[in-house]
């Protein structure tokens, strides 16, 4: 017989509805196999279900679906602590950029890293955010920028769902910075990546999509689209950081490219959103690094909602811009710093985060079908998940049903 078990007396957000939480009150949940084949009413659970299975009693308390982390860069080497301090003396991120720090300063520290002490380092972000009902983590590559070493931290993002009992969706970051071999020759690396590093990656299969900076500081939309073309001739979705710190139209770009996602979009304008809402493009925002670069520019959250773009919520979780290994504080800022709805943070969080994914038949809402991830909290009210800063109510996480 499948192995199961019988979630009961539990406040359930089904998100399963195409509006609001889709709350159930003295709800029941029935895990089969790893995989949800009841929820409802604890009144309406099938008396099949209610022998053979243990039972777990929730005691009232509010279920969600396991947390999503979209976006994440927790795979590196070193630390970027100093570039902080730097930038508290009043030198920009650009700055420090320019002058060989930044994304460039982790590559070389990731390079070096042991594979080892690469998945040390990214365990103990991968346990801070599990700890938070985190049941689903996408990782990015990007800071090798050479073939060894983009493929070596595709490998320790895998390693780390065994090694962190949790889901991992790794992407391939090819377009992240200009490594040193080619500086002053973008378009020569754009071409070994796409020739060389890009077919090793999907060969093995460690990516399930690509991703790419599009900004001044890193790649032009040509370059981009070419990496895109590459891309799409081997089957694999795109991703796009799109518009993080100037408008270089990277949001029609994703667009037309059918993304999974563009994030950031802080520059973002109308034509942008419009053409995301027509491609299904799902707008990832990320205030963990809005808040670190003390941004000014506000994603555009009205135009998002006018036009019905779906919104997730990320850490970003990188060394340099948001060092940030907490969910619920990236909801609480995506709420006080962009004016999300507390609706709007779980959506971001869950159903949302699973479409960047391109994971929404699988997770991100609690029905019939879905893998069995739940998040269980001591909250009287789905609100108290967002307002907080730096408390954890988590009271357990339920991974396929265990
Ligand atoms: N945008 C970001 O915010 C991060 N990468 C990116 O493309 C920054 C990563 C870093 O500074 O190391
Ligand atoms: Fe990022």
């Not at 998100?15 to 995989?35: C, K, M």
């Not at 994440?72 to 320019?98: C, D």
């Not at 599990?130 to 060894?148: C, F, H, M, N």
Request: glycine content about 10%.
């Amino acid at each position: 017989m499948a192995q199961g078990r019988v979630f009961r007396n539990a406040e359930i957000v089904t998100l399963a509805t195409r509006d609001g939480l889709g709350l159930i009150a003295s709800g029941a949940i029935v895990v089969e196999a790893g995989r949800i084949v009841f929820v409802g009413r604890d009144a309406d659970l099938p008396t099949s279900a209610t022998s053979g299975y243990p039972h777990v009693d929730c005691g009232g308390r509010l279920v969600t679906p396991g947390l999503i982390d979209c976006h994440t860069h927790l795979v590196h080497g070193g630390s970027r602590a100093w570039e902080f301090e730097e930038r508290l003396r009043g030198t920009s991120y650009a700055q420090i950029s320019a002058q060989g720090g930044g994304i460039l300063s982790t590559v070389k520290a990731t390079r070096t890293a042991t594979d080892t002490s690469l998945l040390a380092s990214a365990k103990r972000r991968v346990d801070a955010l599990v700890a938070e009902g985190v049941t689903t983590i996408e990782i990015k590559s990007g800071y090798g920028l050479d073939r060894e070493t983009e493929l070596r931290m595709l490998r320790v993002a895998r390693a780390l769902a065994t090694a962190g009992n949790v889901d991992i969706a790794s992407t391939f970051l090819g377009l992240h910075a200009l490594p040193p071999e080619y500086a002053g020759n973008g378009d020569a690396y754009v071409d070994h990546v796409c020739r060389d590093i890009l077919p090793a990656v999907a060969a093995e299969g460690l990516a399930e999509s690509v991703d790419g900076f599009c900004e001044s500081i890193a790649f032009s939309p040509e370059q981009i689209a070419r990496f895109f073309n590459a891309a799409r001739a081997i089957g694999l979705p795109v991703r796009l950081h799109a518009d993080q710190l100037s408008n270089l139209h990277g949001a029609r770009l994703a667009a037309d490219y059918s993304a999974l996602s563009a994030d950031h979009l802080e520059y973002s304008d109308e034509d942008g959103v419009m053409a995301m809402a027509a491609s299904g493009t799902t707008a990832v925002l990320l205030p963990g690094a809005f808040y670190t670069l003390r941004e000014k520019t506000l994603p555009p959250v009205d135009l998002l909602r006018r036009h019905g773009v779906p919104m997730a919520i990320a850490t970003d979780c990188n060394p340099g811009t948001s060092p940030m290994t907490s969910i619920l504080l990236a909801m609480n800022m995506a709420a006080t710093l962009f004016g999300l709805t507390i609706e709007e943070c779980l959506d971001g969080v869950t159903r949302n985060a699973a479409a960047a994914l391109g994971r929404s038949d699988r997770i991100g809402v609690i029905a019939p079908g879905a893998q069995g991830d739940l998040a269980i909290w001591d909250v009287s009210s789905p609100a108290e998940l967002v307002y907080r800063l730096g408390f954890n109510p988590l009271h357990a996480r339920i991974r396929r049903g265990s």
